[in-house]
């Protein structure tokens, strides 16, 4: 949200701030797991799906996280911190419910590569937080 200062200057308030680097940081993990199995698919299909999988598995669970915790911002940290809590202890089941549902439904599936398109995504959202654009 935009507030003026007085003299007309628009200036951004202190809730928008960590939405949009939540927001950059998902576009992030979206982008770089797109790229990485469309950077497969040479190596084959199996590999390309098996990382978009791992990728999925990492994304949805944290994209759950930043819908519950955004809404939550502002002046009330113990609403904040008990929210942040119960939404962490729900993106690890949810990570694991969908790690199982894969492994379970999904053959032939390339393990190693499923982890890496799950690393990829986790790091490069950490990265994209840390530079400032």
Do not use: H
């Amino acid at each position: 949200m935009r507030q003026s200062d007085g003299a007309g200057c628009m200036a951004v308030s202190n809730d928008a701030v960590p939405a949009r680097l939540i927001s950059r940081g998902l576009r992030i993990q979206s982008i770089t797991s797109l790229l990485l199995a469309g950077g497969l698919w040479p190596v084959g299909p199996v590999a390309a799906y098996s990382s978009m999988f791992g990728s999925l598995a990492a994304f949805i669970p944290s994209l759950f996280f930043a819908l519950v915790v955004t809404r939550k911002f502002g002046p009330d940290s113990a609403a904040f911190l008990r929210t942040a809590l119960m939404a962490e202890v729900v993106k690890i089941l949810l990570t694991a419910l969908l790690c199982m549902a894969v492994f379970i439904w999904v053959k032939p599936l390339a393990a190693g590569w499923f982890f890496t398109g799950m690393a990829a995504t986790i790091f490069s959202g950490r990265l994209g937080l840390l530079f400032r654009a």
